[in-house]
């Protein structure tokens, strides 16, 4: 899509960190915005700021809330006319150690960070089909969803689906004129922890003293690797781009690419037991 201008593109996650960095930059571009979130002060302060600049829809909504979220896309679109940029962005960090997950943990977090971008596709991309204007999807995975660090399983659990969806629907759809593009962000500034600790469910099975002094110390290396990340609005500009040339993948940093290298070369080494007929030798 080489011009976002006047388009309307609905953004989840939009009042903060990420999603309100590609807001600030889609609104410069001069599209049309519908954001949503959980956070409702916050969609107050981003309509405030972008109003500004473009016409800007807000609305509280949970991304795993089916019934809410087809409602919230019909009275989006009402105002701002079809929604042909979706950017699947709300999610949440967070998880524990597998020995400590629950369901209740699981549920959550792949409602978010897997089922909210399958609600986005599946409200918006019929419409999108149907109107025969073409489109862009963006789906907010991580770097955590190409190569997997230690203790993250929940959340590359998600994450790897996002890209995998992302990579799926892109081959299926650039014959329609949707484009795809699955951003795998290294460390971001934003409030992800902060805001993550407030909304994640309790994990009630005790930690030993050991356990916890590891957690304080993970948590306490992934803020600060977040904190020295790359801005938010830097982030959003890469989106920009990627849309306007119809990339699939955006990384944010290097930060991923000897996690990848190591990651593949074990695949293809895998793949060296095999005789060239398939048999292992
Ligand atoms: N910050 C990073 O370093 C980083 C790295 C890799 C991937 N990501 C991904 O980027 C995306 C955005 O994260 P961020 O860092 O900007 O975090 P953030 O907390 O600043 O923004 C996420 C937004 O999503 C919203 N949200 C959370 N759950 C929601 C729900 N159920 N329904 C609707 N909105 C909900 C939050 O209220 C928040 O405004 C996430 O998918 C995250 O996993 C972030």
């Avoid at 976002?4 to 889609?26: C, D, E, K, P, W």
């Avoid at 978010?112 to 089909?129: E, K």
């Avoid at 699955?182 to 030993?208: D, H, N, W």
Wanted: proline share 4%.
């Amino acid at each position: 899509m080489s011009d976002v201008a006047h388009r309307t593109a609905f953004i989840t996650g939009g009042a903060n960190g990420i999603g309100l960095g590609i807001a600030r930059a889609l609104a410069r571009a001069g599209a049309k915005l519908a954001l949503v979130d959980l956070d409702a002060e916050g969609l107050e302060r981003a309509k405030a700021e972008l109003s500004e600049t473009t016409e800007v829809f807000t609305a509280a909504l949970d991304v795993r809330d089916r019934a809410a979220y087809a409602r919230v896309a019909d009275e989006a679109e009402a105002k701002l006319g079809p929604v042909s940029i979706l950017i699947n962005n709300a999610g949440v960090a967070g998880g524990a150690p597998s020995s400590r997950m629950t369901y209740e943990l699981w549920d959550w977090g792949m409602g978010i960070n897997l089922g909210g971008v399958i609600n986005g596709v599946q409200t918006f991309l019929p419409r999108i089909i149907e109107r025969g204007a073409g489109g862009h999807i963006v789906n907010t995975a991580s770097g955590a969803g190409l190569f997997a660090p230690p203790g993250n399983t929940l959340y590359c659990t998600a994450k790897f689906a996002v890209v995998g969806m992302s990579e799926a629907l892109a081959a299926e759809l650039e014959p329609q004129g949707v484009g795809v593009t699955v951003l795998c962000p290294g460390p971001v500034a934003t409030g992800i922890m902060e805001r993550t600790r407030a909304s994640q469910p309790k994990v009630t099975k005790s930690m030993s003293t050991e356990q916890r002094g590891k957690a304080f110390a993970t948590n306490e290396a992934a803020r600060q690797a977040l904190a020295a990340g790359v801005s938010p609005d830097a982030v959003g500009d890469m989106v920009l781009a990627a849309i306007r040339e119809n990339r699939l993948y955006v990384h944010t940093d290097r930060v991923s690419a000897e996690p990848i290298k190591m990651r593949t070369k074990a695949l293809l080494e895998a793949l060296s037991h095999l005789s060239e007929g398939g048999a292992a030798a």
